[in-house]
């Protein structure tokens, strides 16, 4: 992928990639993005934004929000299908939704293939293979699954817990994501053992271009590229409208419901099931199920993104436009893909790694040190004003604590704190000035 380099921490590895990247020519410093950032990953200083690896969850928010599209992802580009013999485009069926009514899945899919593709394999229909996957689970008493389920389709929300909420990681399902089944099914199933094939995931989502590169819950994606629905829209816009209309479309309804809020708890049929979406949202949920909320429900579809992945941060539709018209494309789906496929199997959609609670930034490698650092950090929290205003370029006041106790930061950062300094030395100068001896001149 193009610029997989990342934004890196202090001292973090260069290998580390992240898809949410900072233009610093167009960032103005305005701190909308350290409001919203659900995981305290932007600073603001010296007049630009930076963004803590570290913390990153690659949910694409700060993309949504920012006033300047100073906030980007990083995908890949049309260009790369050049370096394969067979060019397979895998599309999120939230590709169905950017396009109008009079658009059908199958003109969008010839226009796939009018683009430079030579297959098309909808990602819809391994969502119903996984979907069929999270049924038996959850009927399967005997595997010891905790319950509430919890979705792991989303990246950001796997991300998310493994960060702020990880004695929930046991609830993920514990499942690859449907654009994963679909590239395996056509690299294992549908052209086995062969050279030269390339699978390419059309997103709408930051965080699964990350996900591509990091894998949640397996070693190594048998995705080749990955290319933003942004991206892609104009081009295949036009190439919709020269290619000749092919019988493509072979998902059904229950695999393009995967694409909008409260579709794959529909899939599911869960009946002691919640659908949330927006990480804002996802967080409260996540909170009340760690304290013991939420313990009567069985399955939680966990989504970041407002409407779901039809409003990702990739997307180009008004999320609750794209929402209502994915609703119509489904009316007009079969439930399911009826006719059979050699590809139809549950076989090998579960984890093959373990997902692992990640610390958002260690204080120190020194555990006495670390321990200091912590308590210095509460003494500096309790003397700032608590306002959470974000003039200092951290998102809250305990945040700035913290940077103040890295060395990446000032007391004096704080608009509050500066002008007690201003009046302190104000009065001391004054005092000065008044114990200058008689007739010296105090000018």
């Known amino acids: 992928m ?6 890196m921490a202090e001292g973090e590895a260069k290998t580390v990639f992240h898809s949410v990247k900072l233009d610093p020519e167009r960032c103005v410093g305005c701190t909308t993005c350290i409001k919203k950032c659900p995981t305290e990953a932007i600073r603001v200083r010296k007049g630009k934004a930076s963004i803590i690896a570290e913390r990153c969850i690659d949910c694409g928010e700060c993309i949504r929000t920012c006033p300047n599209g100073a906030k980007l992802a990083v995908s890949d580009q049309l260009s790369m299908l050049g370096g394969y013999r067979v060019k397979i485009a895998v599309p ?19 226009g796939l293939l009018e683009l430079g593709f030579d297959e098309v394999f909808e990602v819809a229909e391994a969502a119903e293979l996984v979907t069929s996957a999270t049924k038996a689970l959850l009927a399967d008493a005997s595997l010891g699954l905790p ?15 493994q960060l702020r909420f990880p004695s929930l990681i046991p609830n993920l399902v514990p499942l690859i994501p449907p654009m994963e089944a679909a590239a395996r099914i056509v690299k294992e199933r549908l052209h086995p053992g062969e050279e030269g094939v390339g699978v390419f995931f059309i997103t709408p989502c930051a965080g699964k271009v990350t996900v591509t590169r990091s894998p949640l819950g397996y ?4 995705l080749d590229g990955v290319i933003g629905l942004k991206d ?16 493509l479309a072979r998902a059904g309804r229950i695999g393009l419901e995967w694409a909008r809020a409260e579709g794959e708890s529909e899939a599911v049929g869960e009946r002691r099931s919640i659908s949330v979406d927006g990480i804002g949202n996802v967080i409260g949920v996540l909170e009340a199920l760690e304290n013991g909320k939420l313990e009567d429900l069985t399955y939680i579809e966990a989504l970041a993104c407002p409407a779901g992945c039809v409003g990702g941060p990739l997307t180009v ?33 579960g984890w093959s790694s373990p997902v692992k609670a990640r610390s958002a930034m260690v204080l120190s490698g020194n555990l006495d040190r670390a321990l200091e650092m912590a308590e210095e950090i509460l003494v500096l929290s309790a003397a700032l004003p608590g306002l959470d205003c974000g003039s200092c370029g951290a998102p809250s006041c305990r945040a700035l604590a913290e940077d103040i106790v890295r060395g990446h930061a000032r007391q004096t950062d704080c608009i509050f704190k500066l002008r007690e300094t201003i009046r302190k030395l104000a009065g001391e100068l004054m005092a000065m000035e008044e114990m200058l001896p008689p007739g010296l001149d105090r000018e």
């Not at 193009?2 to 934004?7: K, L, V």
């Open 2 to 7: 193009s610029g997989r380099e990342g934004n």
């Open 92 to 110: 999120a069926p939230a590709l169905y939704s950017q396009y109008d009514e009079g658009q059908s899945v199958d003109r969008v899919l010839s």
């Open 147 to 161: 319950r509430p389920l919890i979705s792991s389709a989303c990246p950001a929300v796997v991300r998310i817990i």
């Open 219 to 222: 070693e190594r994606s048998a």
């Open 232 to 247: 892609i829209f104009l081009p295949l816009r036009a190439a919709m409208a020269r290619a000749p209309e092919r019988k």
């Open 317 to 349: 539709e008004n999320p609750y436009i794209a929402k209502t018209r994915l609703r119509k494309r489904e009316a007009e789906a079969p439930a399911s893909v009826t006719e059979p496929r050699p590809a139809r199997s549950l076989d090998g959609l």
